[in-house]
């Protein structure tokens, strides 16, 4: 069974960091791209990063370049979102998914992690 | 940056076609997906690939495209239905993955 499990969530005050991480089994880690996706409270999805296969290529949606880092342990099947520099704005469920190839869909998404920024 | 482009709302009697629209740029050069989410949850695809429908999806559940708009089209709408839909594609030109806004499905 594919399972993706999300943790490291949490409440951080405006301008502190979060360390999420995603653990994933029940399919071949190192095969596919890895994602994080977010939701804000009430809102649509969010694309977040990006990261390939062997780690070599990383994208970030703008609002969050300079301050998020995508990295992934193929090891230890995880995927982590290294946050920095939070914002309120940042405040939101945060999701990581998998798929097959950059362009692909995500058959795989885990259950998601909340993260609340606030003073 | 990349606009993808849904109704916020549709609403349908059960045992009617509901259709999503989903507009962009040159949607057409781009390869749709398609996803469900209900509340709490997180989504599932429910077609990818513009038209393909992964396994365990009814096949109620359709996606088409045409000019610069691709639609996702659920016939026979049942209550489980009621879902937000969302559209996705990665787009290359900005290396990056689009969410379209959303749209939130009502059976009547």
């Known amino acids: 069974e594919v399972q993706l499990v999300e943790s490291g969530g949490g409440l951080v005050q405006p301008g502190g960091s979060l360390r999420l991480s995603c653990e994933a089994s029940?399919?071949?880690?190192?095969?596919?791209?890895m994602s994080w996706v977010r939701q804000a409270p009430g809102k649509g999805l969010e694309w977040v990063a990006n990261?390939?296969?062997?780690?070599?290529?990383?994208y970030y949606v703008d609002s969050v370049k300079g301050r998020f880092t995508i990295s992934r342990d193929n090891a230890k099947n995880l995927v982590h979102l290294q946050m920095n520099t939070l914002r309120d704005e940042d405040t939101a469920v945060y999701y990581c998914?998998?798929?097959?190839?950059?362009?692909?869909?995500?058959?795989?998404w885990g259950q998601g992690t909340l993260v609340t920024v606030s003073s | 940056s990349y606009v993808l482009t849904q109704p916020p709302s549709v609403s349908m009697a059960p045992g009617k076609t509901a259709r999503i629209t989903c507009g962009g740029n040159?949607?057409?050069?781009?390869?749709v997906h398609w996803y469900q989410q209900k509340p709490g949850q997180a989504p599932v695809v429910v077609i990818y690939?513009?038209?393909d429908r992964p396994s365990g999806i009814p096949e109620r559940f359709s996606g088409s495209k045409s000019g610069n708009t691709a639609t996702l089209t659920i016939s026979r709408v049942e209550a489980g239905d009621e879902a937000d839909y969302y559209c996705?594609?990665?787009?290359?030109?900005?290396?990056?993955?689009?969410f379209g806004g959303g749209t939130k499905l009502t059976v009547l």
């Open positions: 996705q594609v990665w787009h290359s030109s900005s290396d990056c993955v689009v």
């Open positions: 990261i390939k296969q062997d780690g070599s290529e990383t």
């Open positions: 690939s513009d038209s």
């Open positions: 029940g399919f071949t880690f190192s095969s596919y791209w």
């Open positions: 040159n949607i057409g050069g781009e390869s």
């Open positions: 998914a998998s798929r097959p190839m950059v362009y692909a869909h995500a058959p795989f």
